[in-house]
């Protein structure tokens, strides 16, 4: 069984940086294309960066040139560098690996907590 445990959210002022990881075990990331999802309250879950086990990403529209998804095979392991936050990037993030439809592929995990605010 998959397990996916994220890390790295808080609290940060606009205009700050946090860097979220995403612990897998059960699956190696390596053979998976990888996302970080959010989801803000009463709003749909998103896939804002995705992955591939070669290296190429891809990111929504609203976080491209500030957030950065990156991997490390070795500790199977993705982070999320999330640069010039602001308000709307308020929400709960999860990992999972990413379905030919975007969807989630494994369990949800837990996901962790960002919240943008002065």
């Known amino acids: 069984q998959v397990q996916l445990v994220e890390s790295g959210g808080g609290l940060v002022q606009p205009g700050g940086s946090l860097r979220l990881s995403c612990a897998a075990s059960?699956?190696?990331?390596?053979?998976?294309?990888m996302g970080w999802y959010r989801q803000a309250p009463g709003k749909q879950r998103e896939l804002v960066a995705r992955?591939?086990?070669?290296?190429?990403?891809n990111y929504a529209d609203s976080v491209k040139g500030r957030f950065t998804i990156s991997g490390d095979h070795a500790a199977n392991t993705i982070y999320l560098q999330m640069n010039s936050l602001n308000a709307g990037d308020t929400a709960n993030y999860y990992c999972?690996?990413?379905?030919?439809?975007?969807?989630?592929?494994?369990?949800w995990g837990q996901g962790t907590q960002v919240t943008v605010s002065s």
């Open positions: 059960g699956a190696s990331v390596r053979f998976n294309t």
């Open positions: 992955i591939t086990g070669g290296g190429t990403t």
């Open positions: 999972n690996a990413v379905s030919p439809l975007g969807l989630g592929y494994w369990s």
